[in-house]
């Protein structure tokens, strides 16, 4: 599986960046697929019942493990990336 990871286009202009690296193909593997969530029904807990979370009908999660984090950016927990991903059968 390749996957590319790119920031979305800015709206506004920024006021500072982040050095970084330039990232381009990643290496990772896929753990795990599901289907979409369905609504807020679930276990007995309600800490996703104040959201509004809805998944594409048509939608897959997958979830996917990079084996060398050092390849993604350091602000990839505080900034919104675009994700492509390319899968490439083994």
Do not use: C, F, N, W
Not at 15 to 25: D, I, N, R, T
Not at 28 to 42: E, F
Request: charged letters at 25%; glycine letters at 8%; aromatic letters at 2%.
């Amino acid at each position: 599986m390749e996957i590319i990871i790119g920031t979305i286009p800015p709206l506004t202009a920024q006021a500072q960046k982040l050095p970084g690296k330039s990232v381009g193909a990643i290496d990772a593997h896929l753990l795990h697929v599901r289907p979409p969530r369905k609504g807020v029904a679930g276990p007995s807990g309600r800490e996703r019942r104040t959201k509004e979370a809805s998944d594409p009908r048509r939608g897959r999660v997958l979830t996917i493990m990079v084996p060398d984090a050092t390849q993604l950016p350091v602000d990839i927990d505080t900034t919104s990336y675009a994700v492509t991903i390319r899968l490439i059968r083994k």
